[in-house]
């Protein structure tokens, strides 16, 4: 069974930083390329970054310069260190995990950047 289960959303300030992890279990997670996306209320869900399994990555140019992603393969899990987060941040933060035309989506973890 194909789990992708992401924490560390929360409440931060303007300018404050998180970081998303996203544990993965039932996929041979190095082969996979591993995504972040956002939805935010009324808007539809957007790309904010990619890994491929290589480690070429990719970044919306919202959070450009100021987002990273990571893998760590040993133990199947993909970050999204996010710093001076902005209130246009706010949003369900989702994980995802594509091979070929195998797609696996997490439940998500909402991130609050409010003062």
């Known amino acids: 069974q194909v789990q992708l289960v992401e924490s560390g959303g929360g409440l931060v300030q303007p300018g404050g930083s998180l970081r998303l992890s996203c544990t993965t279990s039932?996929?041979?997670?190095?082969?996979?390329?591993m995504g972040w996306y956002r939805q935010a209320p009324g808007k539809q869900r957007e790309l904010v970054t990619t890994i491929t399994a290589g480690g070429s990555t990719n970044y919306a140019e919202s959070v450009k310069g100021r987002f990273t992603i990571s893998r760590d393969n040993g133990n199947s899990r993909v970050y999204l260190q996010m710093n001076s987060l902005k209130p246009e941040d706010t949003a369900v933060y989702y994980c995802?995990?594509?091979?070929?035309?195998?797609?696996?989506w997490g439940q998500g973890t909402q991130v609050t950047v409010s003062s």
């Open positions: 995802c995990a594509t091979l070929g035309i195998k797609n696996y």
């Open positions: 039932g996929i041979a997670f190095s082969l996979y390329a």
